[in-house]
């Protein structure tokens, strides 16, 4: 098993282009959800889903979208990328939505000039 | 609104040591709380406690929960520098998790 990937490791965006980070996993896991980490903040969760075709707001989701077409995939889209985007972005997944033991992406490392 | 505390924001400690990591909470629809460790990358998973009281170990760490008093405490014991890490205090709010700032351990030799 690959367990959760995420492409791409790096992305340098102008203010206000759009791209879209990519979320795989292959564990049959019904729980994916996206988070942002800034310096000295912690995590904080952007939007999550329960199942295929269900998403839904955490945190964070202003800028942001996401998709939950198949089980494996859960890609988030920003739409006009801000400088308050820049930050690691990490994906995570777990087995159904009262488990809680997630396991994480490596991340991806996106700046926003 | 809802928030998860998380003392001290660092720590050095040497070799063998034992430390005490805090975390407190104030959030509506508690469902569980989380300890992940992260060191250079992502985030692992440490324990998930749900119920007041209960403590959770594996090996030399262990956690305990009270949910009277809105906290948690995670414990290291003979401490080794592999445990050099930032550890996260989650709490799950029914699908929500909202995390803490995190503690950075660093364990000297």
């Known amino acids: 098993n690959a367990g959760v990937t995420q492409t791409p490791k790096f992305q340098v965006l102008k203010t206000g282009q759009s791209m879209t980070l990519q979320c795989a996993q292959d564990?049959?896991?019904?729980?994916m959800s996206w988070y942002r980490q800034d310096p000295g903040m912690g995590l904080r969760l952007i939007h999550y889903?329960?199942?295929?075709?269900?998403?839904d707001q955490g945190e964070v989701p202003n800028g942001y979208n996401v998709s939950r077409s198949t089980t494996e995939d859960f890609p988030l889209r920003l739409l006009s990328a801000a400088p308050s985007q820049t930050s690691v972005y990490f994906c995570?997944?777990?087995?159904?939505?009262?488990?809680?033991?997630?396991?994480f992406g490596p991340g991806t490392r996106l700046t926003v000039t | 609104e809802d928030k998860v505390v998380q003392s001290p924001l660092s720590l050095v400690v040497h070799e063998g040591d034992t430390v005490t990591l805090n975390c407190s909470y104030e959030?509506?629809?508690?469902?569980?709380l989380l300890w992940y460790k992260q060191e250079k990358k992502a985030p692992t998973f440490l324990f998930m406690l749900t119920s007041s009281g209960i403590e959770k170990k594996s090996g030399r760490l262990s956690s305990i929960l009270d949910k009277k008093e809105l906290f948690s405490i995670l414990n290291i014991t003979a401490t080794q520098t592999g445990d050099s890490a930032v550890y996260l205090c989650?709490?799950?709010?029914?699908?929500?998790?909202?995390f803490g700032a995190g503690t950075r351990l660093t364990v000297k030799p």
């Open positions: 995570a997944s777990s087995l159904y939505s009262g488990n809680r033991e997630q396991y």
């Open positions: 989650a709490v799950d709010r029914n699908n929500d998790m909202r």
């Open positions: 889903s329960v199942g295929a075709g269900i998403t």
């Open positions: 564990m049959n896991h019904e729980y």
């Open positions: 959030v509506t629809n508690f469902r569980s």
